[in-house]
């Protein structure tokens, strides 16, 4: 069975063509007008060994706003539709990653309950042209499309690259193995017996 969703999105900002696959190789293929979402997104890719393919366009005339939520929203959608009904998932996934002298640590739940609890002080407020605030509407965008339960934490660090990449790492690492398939799991892993 593969496991993989596809996604198209346009609208008047922004035109995404999105195909995420759960079970892949760290493959990323990626056309996206912001260069340093692009290096996030390979990082996600590659250390939590799915394989991804993005074409993304959008205003960056204006800002990285409308691009960086948008492909955040077609990655949660592309997710959920990836995993389906969830049957012998493991369904939890945490990871605690350190990148320098930064340490985050990233904790989700599959859960069909979308939120986002963020606490990571992001130094600067740009990373060269990328408003760093934006970090934060991907993941949030992210986390609502994909009725995830997202915990993201920052327990120190003082450059805000080395915090945003280790933030998009552990994201990775603790969302493949959320997404590994347990053998022992029968059906959902929920005594309600459903997580939709």
């Given at each position: ?134 970090v934060h509407e991907f993941f949030w965008k992210l986390a609502l499309e994909a009725r995830m339960n997202l915990h993201i934490v920052v327990h120190h660090g003082h450059n805000s690259h080395h915090i945003t ?32």
């Amino acid at each position: 069975m593969t496991r993989s969703g596809s996604i198209m999105r346009k609208t008047r900002e922004t035109d995404i063509d999105l195909q995420f696959d759960v079970d892949g190789k760290g493959k990323a293929e990626l056309e996206v007008q912001v260069p340093f979402l692009s290096h996030m997104l390979e990082l996600f890719t590659k250390h939590g060994l799915f394989n991804l393919k993005v074409s993304g366009k959008g205003d960056v005339e204006v800002d990285d706003h409308h691009l960086t939520e948008d492909i955040g929203i077609c990655l949660g959608q592309a997710l959920r539709e990836a995993i389906g009904d969830k049957q012998g998932m493991k369904r939890y996934g945490s990871m605690i990653l350190p990148m320098d002298e930064a340490l985050v640590t990233v904790a989700l739940d599959l859960s069909d309950r979308p939120h986002l609890e963020w606490h990571a002080d992001i130094p600067s407020e740009k990373i060269g042209t990328f408003d760093t605030e934006n970090v934060h509407e991907f993941f949030w965008k992210l986390a609502l499309e994909a009725r995830m339960n997202l915990h993201i934490v920052v327990h120190h660090g003082h450059n805000s690259h080395h915090i945003t990449e280790a933030m998009f790492k552990a994201f990775g690492r603790a969302l493949d193995e959320a997404t590994e398939i347990d053998p022992r799991v029968e059906g959902v892993p929920s005594t309600k017996g459903s997580l939709s």
